[in-house]
């Protein structure tokens, strides 16, 4: 290969995923930032306080305050602890948190083609290979710590994000056997009579609250637990490296929405198939959507008290995986007998 | 530009399997393991096999390896007594290395490809590779599919039946029956008089 022939290769190839991969992060850090100020006005509304509202008009700086803080901490690795998979499990989360948005069509560009950087078939099995990879973050960082909190807390979230995995795993699947293909465009196409919010209507609670278990939220924070265990797995970090976690954490709570609303909300399709509904981009349609999920993931934080351990093993193991189990069978039926 | 990268995937798979067996600390081999795997994983990638790819990553990193950590980070070995019989079972560990050596040669020597396979690829057909894997399973190796449905399925009883026990004096949280009481059975409404208290 000779210069210019790499020259053109570059420009070419290289450049437009680049761009593709700046115009993906970038904003989503920036909603990463303005979730966590989102999360601290809606439960301080929830529970008549004002929330943050010194920096800036109506708080609205506070994440960039917060970042500047973060940035400014010293780093404190524990004695004992592994240096280096210390530092590298905050950058593990966030990592994975960030590759997985490779693969999610937000919306349509003026061609009506999908706005996506990798349209690729299997595009939902590798957002659930990403997600599985997820718990490495944790329970790396609580080994690494060297501490017993840290270490409780990290077995914890591997054992129920493994559980929950697997209803997600079946829930998935009910997906794709009822819309036929593993693209993500396709399954969003498929959904244009009828959301599969409306069709495999219980799959769609199943999906949400699983998430909420996947993304270690609230009810199912047991791996932070902070009256039991006081912070978890990352209760060692400071700066910037529990910044990556927080960050990841937020991200990965963004993108189980987007799933959410690709699998079951019908994507970026308005939700009645009328003129005044298509006249709004695609992109907006999505970005509500995903807004309105992510203010049940508040919602839900705001308003339930956190589940016990043995409850939330049972709910998993008991309750969700044979209920998703069945729905499996019964779509499969549908799909071959029912149409 | 794909030949390149077989061999980043393949050199890395194979120096990352040397650490997993030569690391001393436990963990750090299940680690390695994980990144043996990836690395698995993208050489079926490159190979065309998307979702064996993608299952494979799924299975074993996001599944499998994660027990083998949780367990072997509970594990207090010592692995200095572990390497105390070193010498004692190496002459077993040389006879099933040669073993397994010859095995391999004589499979790699005996090994044949039907013409038609080593040309054909999957986007010949318009087929996508998860659809014909499935027509392959459910149809020609249905039998085989089953079976080894069946050996996991009695695998899983047996580790049921394995570790389930019954121990007396454990309260457990009948979440139906708790559900079920109504305030008539568990609240009792008393007024009560200033100074006598209830009897």
């Known amino acids: 290969m000779d210069i210019a022939n790499l020259l053109s290769f570059g420009l070419n190839t290289l450049l437009p995923i680049l761009a593709g991969v700046l115009l993906i992060s970038i904003p989503l850090m920036i909603s990463v930032a303005y979730l966590t100020l989102a999360e601290r006005k809606v439960i301080a509304a929830m529970q008549l306080r004002k929330g943050p509202n010194i920096v800036g008009p109506f708080g609205l700086f506070q994440p960039f305050a917060d970042a500047i803080k973060m940035i400014t901490k010293e780093t404190i690795v524990p004695s004992g602890a592994n240096r280096l998979l210390f530092m590298l499990a905050p950058m593990m989360t966030f990592i994975l948190a960030m590759v997985a948005w490779a693969v999610i069509p937000v919306g349509l560009d003026f061609n009506g083609n999908p706005l996506v950087l990798a349209d690729i078939n299997l595009g939902i099995l590798y957002l659930f290979a990403v997600s599985s990879l997820g718990v490495y973050g944790i329970i790396v960082a609580g080994w690494a710590s060297n501490s017993t909190y840290a270490f409780l807390g990290a077995l914890r979230s591997a054992a129920q994000m493994v559980s929950y995995e697997v209803s997600i795993g079946f829930i998935i699947v009910t997906v794709v056997l009822l819309n036929g293909s593993m693209n993500l465009t396709d399954i969003v196409n498929a959904q244009k009579d009828y959301w599969n919010a409306l069709l495999l209507f219980p799959m769609f609670i199943l999906f949400f609250i699983s998430a909420l278990a996947e993304t270690n939220r609230s009810p199912f924070d047991l791996p932070e637990g902070e009256s039991e265990i006081v912070a978890g797995y990352f ?51 999505f970005l509500f959507k995903v807004a309105m999920v992510l203010f049940c993931f508040l ?30 069978v019964l779509t499969a039926a549908y799909v071959v007998y029912g149409r | 530009m794909v030949e390149f990268l077989f061999y980043i995937f393949a050199g890395l798979m194979v120096l990352s399997a040397i650490v997993v067996v030569t690391a001393r600390n436990p963990v750090h081999s299940v680690l390695w393991l994980i990144v043996a795997f990836l690395n698995a994983s993208g050489v079926f990638m490159l190979a065309g096999a998307e979702f064996l790819a993608l299952i494979l990553a799924i299975v074993y990193v996001g599944a499998v390896a994660v027990l083998f950590l949780f ?29 397994l050596m010859v095995e391999l040669v004589m499979l790699s020597l005996s090994w044949r490809v039907v013409p038609a396979v080593t040309t054909a690829s999957s986007s010949d057909t318009g087929v996508t590779n998860t659809e014909a894997l499935g027509r392959v399973l459910y149809t020609d190796y249905i039998v085989a599919f089953q079976g080894a449905g069946l050996v996991l399925l009695v695998a899983m009883i047996g580790a049921i039946v394995l570790t389930l026990r019954k121990r007396d004096g454990v309260r457990k949280q009948n979440i139906g029956v708790q559900v079920g009481r109504k305030i008539s059975e568990t609240l009792e409404i008393r007024s009560v008089k200033s100074g006598e208290g209830i009897s």
């Open chain 1, 235 to 285: 209760v060692e970090y400071s700066s910037m490296s529990f910044g990556l976690f927080f960050l990841g954490e937020y991200a990965n709570m963004i993108l189980m929405s987007a799933m959410t609303v690709l699998l079951f909300l019908g994507g970026w399709l308005p939700p009645l198939d009328i003129a005044a509904f298509h006249a709004i981009p695609a992109l907006i349609w």
């Open chain 1, 299 to 328: 919602w839900v934080r705001a308003t339930m008290p956190r589940y016990r351990y043995d409850q939330l093993m049972r709910l998993g193991w008991k309750v969700f995986l044979p209920l998703s189990l069945a729905m499996v």
């Open chain 2, 71 to 99: 367990v072997v980070m509970m594990l207090d070995v010592d692995f200095e007594q572990l390497r105390g019989n070193f010498k004692k079972n190496l002459p077993a560990g040389v006879a099933l290395g040669i073993l």
